[in-house]
């Protein structure tokens, strides 16, 4: 499998606009998470979803944030209208629960959001 | 609610020292615990983990005892390379609704 695929890599954006963000999950798994990452707050967990369905949201930061997942290969992040403050790097990652106790994830490589 | 504290970084150290990173945590019931490293430009990868209290996750020559008594999970290996250059992670798995927090990382530079 080729792990967790997240696109894009790098975006760079205008105040005010629309911006979405792309997951693609291992195949089988069946939670996902987004996960944002900035020097002052560490890596903060957004919103988590298991079999497409959203099932914590409470670290989505405000109404300016929505998350969707279709279907079981793909999630949308998305910030819409986009703030300077929205800057950091936003990571999906992926588990299955036929993992043991001590659950794993899977990590993409990140999107890195500019906001200017 | 749950939380992770690690010692704040920088941490600089030659090649062949030893290293510890030192991580606590608060969490209703019985955590499990993980140690992630993210290389430069790249997501995390599990490192190591203990599920239950005095379990010894090790992986790469690192390790971490589960220590209920002192809430801790520190990380250790015994001769560090230039390539452990990364940031560390510590982090809890609430088992009752499957989420992982995190600490803030701690960022580990190897100087050869």
């Known amino acids: 499998d080729a792990g967790v695929i997240q696109s894009p890599r790098h975006e760079v954006t205008e105040m005010g606009q629309e911006v979405t963000l792309r997951c693609k999950p291992i195949s089988g798994h069946d939670y996902l998470f987004w996960y944002r990452q900035t020097m002052m707050r560490g890596l903060e967990l957004l919103i988590y979803?298991?079999?497409?369905?959203?099932?914590?949201d409470s670290g989505m930061p405000e109404d300016r944030f929505s998350a969707k997942m279709p279907n079981a290969s793909f999630s949308t992040l998305k910030i819409q209208p986009s703030e300077p403050r929205d800057s950091a790097v936003y990571f999906c990652?992926?588990?299955?629960?036929?993992?043991?106790?001590?659950?794993?994830?899977?990590f993409g490589s990140g999107t890195q959001l500019s906001v200017l | 609610g749950d939380s992770v504290t690690q010692m704040e970084g920088p941490v600089t150290l030659s090649e062949e020292a030893f290293l510890t990173i030192n991580c606590t945590y608060t969490?209703?019931?019985?955590?499990?615990l993980f140690w992630y490293v993210q290389y430069p430009g790249e997501g995390l990868q599990l490192l190591l983990k203990?599920?239950?209290?005095?379990d010894k996750g090790s992986n790469k020559g690192f390790e971490a005892t589960y220590r209920k008594e002192t809430t801790s999970f520190h990380l250790e290996k015994g001769s560090v390379q230039v390539s452990d250059s990364a940031v560390y992670f510590c982090a809890l798995s609430d088992r009752s609704n499957y989420k992982l927090t995190f600490g803030k990382g701690t960022l580990l530079t190897v100087n050869p």
């Open positions: 979803f298991n079999n497409n369905v959203p099932i914590d």
């Open positions: 203990a599920t239950k209290a005095d």
């Open positions: 969490a209703t019931g019985y955590p499990s």
């Open positions: 990652a992926s588990s299955g629960t036929t993992l043991s106790r001590g659950e794993k994830l899977f």
